[in-house]
């Protein structure tokens, strides 16, 4: 079935580094969200990407839909130890499917 | 404005009980989809309710199933509790069938001994 993975699985960076996280599909997505889990908490809705080629900032973070909507990414400029958690992608097929995640930690 | 409650928070059940977990979505929200996630995994969908009915269905055995109440609140039980079934049980709301944007609870731990 289809899968949708992320990389890496896990990054710890220096406070003030920049981050990137990429989630890959075998087969085109109809569109994708992403989600933050911090630790010992639930996910939290950050953003959902729909168009092709599709790019949007929230301050710090910004998320890109591939072209060929396969692939998506969440960078982080300059982190902060508030950015510790694990960061999801979904897959919207009226079910969400998440991808692997890609766990954080910022060290100060 | 109240978001997604679950209850209990912990739990600890033998092999072969039941359990029953709880769901009140966020204020507003019609849809209620419960996800079980393991230590160090992502979410798994196991299914979605909306207007009182299943509508749609991950991977899991027959063992798992649910309801939804008219005020939208929704239950998850699970029989025949085996050792696999410990996890983070979570339910997240949205407005309208599909897998909108979704507002997860808490979460419920549960332990199989």
């Known amino acids: 079935g289809q899968q949708v993975m992320q990389i890496p699985q896990y990054q710890h960076v220096q406070e003030g580094e920049d981050f990137t996280t990429y989630c890959n599909s075998s087969?085109?997505?109809?569109?994708i969200q992403w989600y933050k889990q911090r630790p010992g908490g639930h996910p939290v809705f950050l953003i959902q990407?729909?168009?092709?080629?599709e790019v949007k900032k929230q301050k710090r973070l910004t998320f890109q839909f591939g072209e060929a909507k396969k692939n998506s990414s969440l960078h982080i400029t300059a982190t902060q130890t508030t950015d510790v958690g694990t960061y999801f992608c979904?897959?919207?097929?009226?079910?969400?499917?998440f991808g692997t995640g890609t766990r954080l930690q910022v060290f100060p | 404005d109240a978001g997604v409650t679950q209850s209990p928070t912990h739990l600890i059940k033998t092999r072969g009980q039941q359990v029953t977990l709880r769901c009140s979505p966020k204020?507003?929200?019609?849809?209620v989809s419960w996800y079980q996630q393991a230590l160090g995994q992502g979410p798994q969908f196991i299914f979605q309710?909306?207007?009182?009915?299943?509508?749609q269905r991950g991977n899991f055995p027959d063992r798992f199933s649910g309801h939804q109440f008219p005020n939208y609140s929704s239950e998850l039980n699970v029989n025949a509790l085996l050792l696999g079934d410990s996890a983070l049980y979570l339910c997240?709301?949205?407005?309208?069938?599909?897998?909108?944007?979704?507002?997860f609870g808490p979460g419920t731990r549960l332990t199989v001994t």
């Open positions: 979904g897959w919207n097929t009226d079910k969400l499917i």
């Open positions: 204020s507003g929200h019609d849809t």
């Open positions: 087969t085109t997505l109809s569109n």
């Open positions: 990407l729909v168009k092709s080629g």
């Open positions: 997240a709301s949205s407005l309208g069938q599909g897998a909108n944007e979704q507002y």
């Open positions: 309710y909306y207007e009182e009915e299943e509508r």
